[in-house]
């Protein structure tokens, strides 16, 4: 949608001169944002502007229609605007295109020409409507009928474009100098369209003794009573609007369009609309002179009707609003960019032209927005307007659409691990579609869709989708594993010695052996081995899969130990005749002890607490203690390396003189 400035259009002075400085100054300075939500398009020109329509509405099928306009009476065809309501029975957006022909020319709409979220939904019997606003720039060619001809192929009412509108520049540069105003139904999902006094859309300097014409732009709309939307403009009612076009007739539910045409200050109404004050029915027209105000700007509202079954049809979404008037600003050439598409994540300098202070509106996506030459980011696709001032305070908005392709997204990777050190890995990308292809970064590039014979690591990967679009760099790691597992049973795992140890191998995925007994190599078939000495021993078993190259070992400690012996008389007698004198106690093994003897009472009567060295060692020779029964509780542990010897025992012992 770049600017047309074309052979007619009056080139002007880059110099300001002293009577405009302080206007430039103010321009300059003032930091600018848009107070509507809804965005504006404004142009100035040397000639006429036609504004004509047509509805398919719910008919199917291929359809046809016919407004009278005769081209030929431009010298030149400027920018030319189509604007299109497109129905759908689904909250989403089709990616198919939908084709139209004008005088035999072809336009696609498809998501690349929506401008808007939806309008939406609303309920009609078992479906739910939602609608999209479609905005394209068309290359307008005439036929010689004066006619223009509109042809829907095959549609379903149900999910397709419902009517189109045009907005034509007849550019003459022996014409009087025309402004006009699109104001387009972008600022949210209502049907309805309504500017309120408070964010009222600045003019273009007018000429308030001349014509000024006011065209709403519908789109479904079936019946006058119950089923039309309520005009006004700056305040003032002008009337009820609803039923079928004369030029979209027998089409049922199609909805009214204002057709006019506006040259020299004249206001020329086409088709069924009248250029007078009122709105009535299918004339969607208004000459609304007498209700501008001086403060050069506008609002106003077409606001639907509601019927009274909440079965009905909610119709008449509204796609824009339309004033065109006489300026007093001359015409002055402006560059801005033609529409783009644009890759997910990329940037592109928005370069602008021709005037003195600028403004973009909406400010998504954009590095600054009140100067020529913002930044954008593709995040997501935007419609910008940008209004660009020269230096008399004049102005026009010129449309720019940036398409952002959506993210290419990798979605669900497949990783194969790489096995025992070989290049066995493999990393796939099964569910992903329209790829051309698919790269290893440092690595090679290929159609197929996986890569193969990788080692474990790190690896990092891209994609080519078939719209031009790189996918951002994804890293994944492919891991090694190891299929043999080598395990083995060892029972008993400890005792005193000798001590035979039975194995069990209990592998998998391995056919070589390997046995080892302290770092020693004892066979490669081993079920069980003698261990005569005490000590901890250490039994090793490696095993390998000689068709994979993959080894494991396994360990297992097995402990032998020395076997504490104790001895303790339950009777000793202190009588002095060389014979059980004392209490004493044998062991085999180096111990310490703690014993203690008690009498009938629980009284401690005796206690030992030390080491004893093997053999017999007397204790207690029961000097100064009176025949009887005495209870004792001996415990003891090894002070030599490698033995088990904890013991606790409890007894009784007699002494008899």
Known sequence: MSAKTGKYVKLISTTISSRYFAIFLFL?????????QNQVISNIIRGSVVGLGWGAGVSNDTVLGQVYFDCSTCAEIGNVYVLAIESKTHDSISSIPINFKINNNSLTFNSESIITSRFGPWPFVNNKFVYYLHFLSFDFQCNSLGLVDFRILPKDFKNNVLALYMIVECLDNSSDLTAYSIVLNTGDTDVNLQIPASESVDLIPHD?????????????????????????????????????????????????????RYSNG?????????????????????????????????????????????????????????????????????????????????????????????????????????????????????????????????????????????????????????????????????NMQNIVSYTLVGGATTSLNYFDALSSGFYTFRVLHKNGCYSTDTTVFVPEINSTEVSFFATPLSGPPPLEVNLQNTSFNATNFEWYLNNEFIGSNVSSILLSETGNYLVELIGWDTAIGCSDTAYQSIFVYDSLIISLPNVFT????????????????????????????????????????????????????????????????????????????????????
């Open 28 to 36: 300059i300075s003032f930091n600018f944002s848009f107070s509507q």
């Open 208 to 260: 308030n003794s001349k014509d000024v014409g006011f065209a709403m732009v519908g789109s479904v709309m079936n019946f006058m009573n119950g089923d039309g939307s309520n005009v006004s403009f700056n305040g003032q009612f002008l009337g009820k609007i609803g039923g079928i076009d004369s030029s979209s007739f027998p089409y049922y539910g199609t909805g009214v369009r204002g057709h006019f």
């Open 266 to 430: 004249i206001l020329e109404g086409l088709d069924d609309d009248t250029p007078d004050l009122i709105m009535d029915s299918t004339d969607a027209l208004a000459n609304i002179k007498s209700l501008m105000n001086a403060s050069n700007d506008f609002y106003f509202s077409c606001v639907h009707e509601l019927p009274n079954t909440s079965y009905a049809y909610y119709t008449n979404p509204v796609t824009a609003g339309i004033l065109t008037y006489s300026t007093f600003c001359d015409t002055f050439p402006v560059t801005v960019p033609r529409d783009t598409t644009l890759c997910y994540g990329a940037q592109l300098s928005l370069n602008v032209s021709g005037g003195v202070a600028y403004e973009w509106f909406p400010t998504t996506g954009l590095s600054c927005t009140n100067c020529p030459n913002p930044v954008f980011t593709a995040d997501t696709s935007v419609f910008y307007t940008v209004k660009i001032w020269n230096n008399d305070s004049c102005f026009v908005s010129k449309p720019l659409k940036i398409n952002v392709l959506p993210k290419t997204e990798f979605g669900n990777i497949v990783i194969t691990p790489s096995e025992c050190g070989s290049n066995t890995g493999k990393v796939s990308f099964p």
């Open 574 to 657: 202190p009588n002095g005749d060389g014979i059980h004198d004392v209490f004493s106690i044998s062991v085999n093994l180096p111990v310490h002890s703690e014993l203690s003897i008690f009498n009938r009472w629980g009284s401690e009567v005796y206690r030992y607490d030390d080491n004893l060295p093997v053999g017999k060692t007397d204790l207690w020779n029961g000097e100064g203690f009176l025949d009887g029964v005495y209870f004792y509780k001996i415990k003891t542990h090894c002070t030599k390396p490698n033995s088990f010897c904890e013991l606790t025992q409890e007894g009784f012992i007699t002494i008899l003189r």
